[in-house]
């Protein structure tokens, strides 16, 4: 099944809102659980951080995480920022709009960076994961999570009726178009030979997640 492309940036009000009323709260929570077994901890940088679900399950359960929250969709940021100022964790969480592709930060300026299902949002990945790794200091933890494409029709709609089907029209659309847009492993490793990524892990994790990942290391 051919990659065809969804909007790169979900930046309705109604986009936003359904997307944040969708119960995430399992692979989510398996996103943190990863990132506590990567040694993730210390200033980190979320990519793509949408409503901000992440970042507040990252202070919950790392007790000295302080996280930067990016995204280019404002009416995501705004649903991030309501979320924040209702946390008992809002002085270690902070939301700025940025590109993924360039962000706006000095080399190796986060001990941890991470980010959850955008990478299918963006045609072209490469600015992405390169701007991802250039801002991990030497040694740091990172994951990337993402969706990858089922391999027909077939499959896409077990997966939908499967992770979907309670969801209404427009969510499973999304879900749907996000399957879509994701990249199959194989793509991806062979985008990080091209970038010479090569110090990172390719795993597969569920029935439609695939991770980039490396884990903390300790000063020598």
């Keep these: 099944m051919q990659r065809r492309l969804e ?32 040694g993730a901890r210390g200033r980190m940088l979320d990519i793509g951080t949408g409503p901000g679900h992440i970042p507040l399950l990252v202070c919950e359960r790392i007790r000295d995480a302080e996280v930067l929250g990016v995204d280019l969709a404002d009416a995501m940021l705004a649903i991030a920022e309501r979320r924040r100022r209702a946390s008992a964790h809002r ?44 801002v991990l200091r030497p040694g740091g933890a990172f994951l990337i999570r993402d969706l990858y494409r089922p391999p027909d029709e077939a499959r896409l709609e077990e997966l939908v ?38 110090d990172l892990e390719l795993t597969v994790d569920t029935d439609r997640h695939m991770s980039l990942q490396r884990a903390a290391r300790l000063p020598s």
């Design 7 to 38: 909007a790169e940036v979900m930046d309705t009000e109604a986009e936003a809102v359904d997307y944040d009323r969708m119960d995430h709260s399992e692979p989510n929570e398996a996103f943190v659980a990863r990132l506590i077994e990567l």
């Design 91 to 134: 002085e270690r969480l902070r939301y700025e709009r940025a590109d993924a592709c360039a962000l706006p930060y000095a080399d190796g300026a986060f001990d941890a960076v991470f980010s959850n299902t955008i990478l299918h949002h963006i045609p072209d990945p490469r600015p992405f994961l390169r701007e991802a790794w250039r």
């Design 161 to 198: 009726r499967l992770h979907a089907g309670g969801s209404n029209a427009h969510q499973q659309a999304m879900f749907r178009d996000s399957l879509m847009a994701a990249l199959t492993p194989a793509e991806l490793r062979a985008l990080l030979r091209e970038i010479d990524l090569n």
